[in-house]
């Protein structure tokens, strides 16, 4: 809050015997008083110029000199993906037959970004395929050989309870926070009562990201957190 304060001046005349001093002294305050009122027009206006000045000094939420390194990371890559989440998860599904998606996520680096996705079949059999960010070109997929049977048999129960897409929760996103998907993954709850998608929204002006929880099922917004690091 800026508070103005008028200064209050106590102006006095001297009186002389002679008319034409007095004269004098009367065009001297009256000097005086527009000297002093012009000052005050010129403070205000430095100061306005000043603060003018301040403000177009202040650097711009993209000024490289004030993002976080995960926001730079973000600022040099994000741009450099040609081919959106979406499209990168067909390109993906089309690898494996009769597929469903599990997950997709922005990597690489700016000279080489990448979508690295994860798919699985009905019975839980999880994959994962790279897929260029620029030209879209799947690569071959890796099955997962780090899955045990209860694994399978959790992520199938996953794929059956998500009745929500993985476009139907990143559009749900979106519209709700203005900006580019750089992650989907289906997961569950902590106590494995909800099946939901994660969604990461990158938000171009400030380059932070908001994560959104998602549930699988009616496309609610469980839970909203904004990465400012």
């Avoid at 306005?48 to 995960?70: F, Q, V």
């Avoid at 879209?136 to 309870?161: F, M, V, Y």
């Amino acid at each position: 809050m800026v508070t103005k304060r008028n200064d209050s001046v106590a102006r006095r005349g001297r009186r002389t015997v002679a008319r034409g001093a007095g004269l004098i002294c009367v065009a001297a305050a009256a000097g005086a008083l527009l000297t002093g009122c012009g000052s005050e027009g010129d403070d205000d206006a430095a100061k306005t110029d000043a603060s003018t000045a301040g403000r177009a000094a202040s650097p711009s939420p993209t000024d490289g000199a004030t993002l976080t390194d995960d926001q730079r990371e973000r600022q040099a890559l994000v741009p450099k993906a040609k081919v959106g989440y979406d499209k990168a998860l067909d390109a993906a599904v089309a690898t494996v037959d009769k597929s469903k998606p599990v997950s997709v996520e922005l990597e690489g680096t700016p000279d080489k970004p990448s979508w690295e996705a994860e798919v699985a079949t009905a019975d839980g059999a999880a994959h994962t395929v790279h897929v260029d960010a620029v030209t879209g070109k799947a690569g071959q997929a890796q099955a997962d050989t780090d899955q045990d049977q209860d694994d399978k048999r959790e992520l199938a129960d996953l794929l059956k309870k998500a009745t929500v897409t993985p476009q139907q929760a990143a559009q749900t996103a979106t519209d709700k926070t203005k900006g580019t998907v750089t992650s989907v993954e289906l997961d569950d709850s902590d106590k494995g009562a909800m099946v939901l998608w994660s969604v990461d929204v990158v938000t171009t002006d400030d380059w932070n990201k908001t994560t959104f929880d998602i549930d699988a099922t009616n496309r609610k917004i469980l839970r909203e957190h904004v990465d400012r690091d």
